[in-house]
Structures are given as structure tokens and as C-alpha cells.
């Protein structure tokens, strides 16, 4: 194992995951390796299951990068270690406990995270968990396939404790870019000014008095599956390619266009994956995640590099990107989030950022976070770094959720991410709505006209020409009618009928396919 553990001194810290789990005391704050998820521990969340089933009583506060596999989430809040989460997830089980008050969740953006944490900001960091490939001749962390927050992490905790993953292939090392930034007053300029730029460590600087255990596994990361290109995926990705060209046209980018950001999960991958077909080349990627879009362009030679903190490939495509991996090294790299994150970053090399949306309203705001205004789904993540500051900031989403019972664009969002300063382009599978430059009532019918579902169009406009007559004419509203597309659905998510509200609630879709009253939400 000398290729892994190449630190002599550390040998003796070498012990079992069961082991490693009783160094974990109630109270602690645990700062944990991996994002969307890839490269979180594996092994030792799982041993601090199992000491929780045999009665130990412990509560930790979990931060990440990211979200993480379920060997954390799901087993941590499952079984009650888990008391409070940072900054993102999207595991079923926790978000369940956290919608029940159970698990205690503080949303954030992903770059403010580092910050925080550095300043002392969520508390001190008792322990950092980090899954690494291997630990050098000094200690230091080779990570594996994510870095996220785990520099940061090392260097504010009190203790560190590795778990080595063997499963992880070892040609990761060289693949990362560590870079720390100082908190105010001494911060400096980041000096990156391409995707492409090193400016950092292939290594994670520690302190190997710092490290307290060493734990040798074998657990795959559990990456999520994408679903494949369906059609309305495939009319956004073209309507955002005609997007493109026409600013390619317009002298507003380049041919090549500006380094690419991209959101997660399926319709993020769905979107970016269309320009595989697409006539542009050299591209470049600047995002959070490199996910299967990613690597397929690279593999069609339309992107030339991509950076990220993450390599988030999904299950099916794993083991053949790994046995590939020799021929996009020298393409990919990875940052922590506080770099790939980096809203300096964002603006000066002038990203395109796509992310997607749970609803839009017809002025121009988003909500990436929570449906009905209550109901966290997974949080804002990385989006809201990208979209204030890139050069441009574009939205995506069906126009259309629920087998059609509801419409993604409303009069007004029940919880508000985005505000319409931050979003420039809305796509749906209908269209394009360019907001840049419009008034609130011309963004209100661009976006009606071009991105509502026809099912919903007459009743979007019916309520914008209804607000229009109130005496206030410049974003015009009527509050009561806006928050009723909001009660279609109940806690269950079943279509409830509700007649107290049936002559404001306006926005669902019954069975024959017509437009009528009726209650819910996106």
C-alpha cells in the first residue's frame, strides 16, 4: 500500500472504520469531503451508523461540499446522528427529515461556504473527514474525485481523519488544483485568468500531526443516474443553440463562446449534452460539476478543457470513464469550490451559466429551491454564484410539470432565488424569452408568449391584463390571485379540489386536457 499511505509516521494511524467512528463525540461539527457526490466518506459514516443503532448517543452537524452519497446522508439522518446539515443535499431520506424539522438546514450559495467556515462563522470545526487516493511523503491529501470544501476543512479542524479509497483510481493524482484563499483583509486577486491555469497544489496541505485515523475502503462512490435525452430536453438544447448562434451572429461571443457553466441532474445534463450535434467547437467548461455531457463532449472533441470541483460521472459510465481516464487527464481539472465557485472567477472570464429552474414567474424571478414555497428540494447550490455573475445568466425548465397538471411559468413564484436582476434568458421546450434590456411588463409578455405552455397562455395572460388595470402599473400584481397557483396540491401530492379558492385558482389541467380552476403547485 506504499503507492496510497507513502508517510511512514502515519502508519501507526492506520485502523478500522469501527475504530475511527469512536473518535466522533456528541456535539461535534464535522466538515466532510465530497460534492454531487463524489469523493465523500464512505466507511466511517457508516461505522457512526452502526454505533447509533447499538445505542450511542451522538448528534453531529454535517458540512460538505455538496450533496453526498447516502452512506452519509441517508444513514447519518436515518438513524438520528445527523442534527444539522450545511450547505446542499439530495438525498431523499434527509430531505424528508429536514421538511419534518427533524434535521435543522441552512441554505447557502456554495462559494459563500469556504468563507464562513474560515471565519468561524457555523463554529469550530472539530473533525475533518476526508475520503483521499493517497497521503503523501508529507502528510498531505491527495484527494480523490471531488475537492469541494475539504482544503478548508484541513485547514480549520482539529483533527483529520482519512479514509483512503482504494476503489478510486490512483491516476486521479495530478488531476487537482489546490488554492487557499486568506480572509479579509488579505485576500488577493486569484491569479486565473483562464480554465486552463495551475495556480495551486496537486496535494491538500495538512498538518499530519493533524491526523488522528487512517481508514482503508473500497466503497464506490454512489453517483446518480441521468435519464436519457427525452424530447422536450432535446427542443431546449436546440432552442438554446439557436440562443447561441444568434450571439455568435450578433458579435455578442465568440464562435468558440465563453467558458460554460452548467447546473446538475438530468435536464442540466440533457441541455448541455445538445451541442454534442452541435456546429460549435473548442469549447471550454468553467462549472462545478463534470458530469456525462461533459465527458461526451470532450470525447466528440468539441470541448478541449473542462475545470471543476467534481467528477460526478454517472453509475452506468463509471468503470469506462475510469479505464479512459488516461486520455482526458490532461483535459480535466479540479479546484475547491471556493475557486471553481468564485464569483471573481465567474466575471472575469466571462461565463455563459446555464442552471435550471423549479418555476419562473412571469417577471423574470426564479425558485431553484422549494416547491410551494415550503418544501426544500435539494438548494440553491452553485447557481446563484454563476447567474449574478456571469456574462450570461440563463434559465432552463419545461414549461410544463406533473403530466402537464402544472404550469413552470406563474404569476409569481412561491419562493424567490433569482430575482429577475440575476436572470437574462428563460428556455423552455416552447422557446426563448431574452429578458436583457425589457421593462417588467415587456418581460411579462415575452415570457408568456414565448415559454408558457399553449394549456396555460390564456389564463398567464388573462392575469397580467387583469393586474394591469390595478393603479399601480409598473410590475403590476394581484397578490391574492398570483399566491393562489400556489395551493393546487397538497402535502400528499394529490390534486385536492379546493372551492374556496376555485374562482383564483386558474393554473391546472384536467383530464380532458382543457385548461380550468382547480389547486396546487409546482
Known amino acids: 500500500m506504499y503507492s496510497r499511505l507513502r508517510c511512514k509516521e502515519l502508519e501507526s494511524k492506520v485502523m478500522t472504520a469501527d475504530q475511527a467512528a469512536e473518535l466522533f463525540k456528541d456535539n461535534m461539527i464535522v466538515g466532510t469531503s ?19 443503532k447499538n445505542g450511542d448517543k451522538i448528534g453531529l452537524t454535517i458540512i460538505t461540499g455538496a450533496s453526498v452519497g447516502p452512506e452519509l446522508d441517508a444513514a447519518l439522518s436515518e438513524c438520528g446522528v445527523m442534527k444539522r446539515r450545511y450547505p446542499y443535499q439530495t438525498n431523499t431520506t434527509c430531505r424528508n427529515l429536514i421538511n419534518d424539522d427533524k434535521v435543522k438546514y441552512s441554505d447557502m450559495h456554495l462559494s459563500h461556504a469556504p468563507q464562513w467556515v474560515k471565519a468561524g462563522f457555523l463554529g469550530n470545526i472539530d473533525v475533518a ?24 476543512f484541513v485547514e480549520c479542524a482539529d483533527k483529520v481523519i482519512v479514509e483512503i479509497n482504494t476503489s478510486q483510481p490512483i491516476e486521479l493524482e495530478g488531476i487537482h488544483d489546490v488554492y487557499n484563499l486568506e480572509l479579509p483583509p488579505d485576500r488577493e486577486a486569484i491569479p486565473l485568468t483562464k480554465a486552463d491555469d495551475r495556480i495551486g497544489t496537486t496535494y491538500i496541505p495538512c498538518d499530519k500531526n493533524k491526523i488522528a485515523a487512517i481508514v482503508y475502503t473500497d466503497i464506490k462512490d454512489k453517483t446518480r443516474p441521468v ?23 450578433e458579435n455578442r461571443l465568440p464562435k468558440t463562446l465563453l467558458p460554460l457553466q452548467s447546473g446538475v441532474g438530468s435536464v442540466a445534463n440533457a441541455v448541455l449534452g445538445g451541442l454534442v450535434d452541435s456546429d460549435f467547437e473548442d ?16 470525447e466528440k472533441g468539441k470541448v478541449v478543457f473542462a475545470s471543476g470541483t467534481s467528477l460526478t460521472v454517472s453509475p452506468e459510465r463509471l468503470d469506462d470513464f475510469y479505464n479512459k481516464f488516461c486520455s482526458y487527464k490532461d483535459k480535466l481539472i479540479l479546484r475547491p469550490q471556493e475557486i471553481s465557485n468564485n464569483p471573481e472567477i465567474a466575471r472575469r472570464l466571462g461565463v455563459i451559466a446555464i442552471n435550471t429552474a423549479i418555476e419562473v414567474d412571469i417577471y423574470g424571478n426564479v425558485n431553484s429551491t422549494n416547491i410551494m414555497g415550503s418544501r426544500m428540494m435539494n438548494g440553491i447550490g452553485g447557481s446563484g454564484d454563476f447567474a449574478r455573475n456571469g456574462y450570461l445568466s440563463i434559465f432552463t425548465t419545461e414549461s410544463i410539470a406533473k403530466n402537464g397538471n402544472i ?25 426563448v424569452a431574452d429578458l436583457r434590456g425589457l421593462s417588467p411588463k415587456e418581460r411579462a409578455i415575452k415570457i408568456i408568449e414565448n415559454c408558457a405552455h399553449p394549456d396555460y397562455k390564456e389564463e398567464l395572460h388573462d392575469y397580467f391584463d387583469k393586474a394591469c388595470e390595478g393603479k399601480y402599473k409598473q410590475t403590476p400584481h394581484i397578490l391574492s390571485e398570483a399566491l393562489s397557483w400556489h395551493q393546487r396540491f397538497m402535502q400528499t401530492g394529490t390534486m385536492k379540489e379546493n372551492k374556496s379558492t376555485d374562482d383564483l385558482l386558474v393554473n391546472t389541467k384536467p383530464k380532458d386536457g382543457k385548461v380550468s380552476e382547480g389547486a396546487g403547485a409546482n
Open 407 to 431: 404550469s413552470s411559468i406563474v404569476p409569481m413564484v412561491s419562493h424567490q432565488d433569482h430575482s429577475e436582476h440575476d436572470v437574462m434568458v428563460i428556455v423552455t421546450e416552447q422557446g
Open 283 to 298: 469549447l471550454v467548461i468553467y462549472s462545478e460539476v463534470i458530469q456525462d455531457s461533459a465527458i461526451d463532449l470532450i
Open 129 to 152: 473527514l476526508i475520503e483521499a487516493i493517497a497521503i503523501t511523503e508529507d502528510g498531505n491529501l491527495i484527494p480523490s474525485t471531488s475537492i469541494g470544501n475539504s482544503n478548508v
Open 227 to 249: 435519464d436519457p435525452i427525452d424530447e422536450k430536453s432535446k427542443k431546449m438544447a436546440d432552442n438554446l443553440i439557436k440562443f447561441l448562434k444568434n450571439e455568435v451572429e
Open 34 to 52: 465530497g460534492f454531487t457526490p463524489a469523493g465523500y466518506p464512505k466507511a466511517i459514516p457508516l461505522a457512526i451508523e452502526r454505533r447509533a
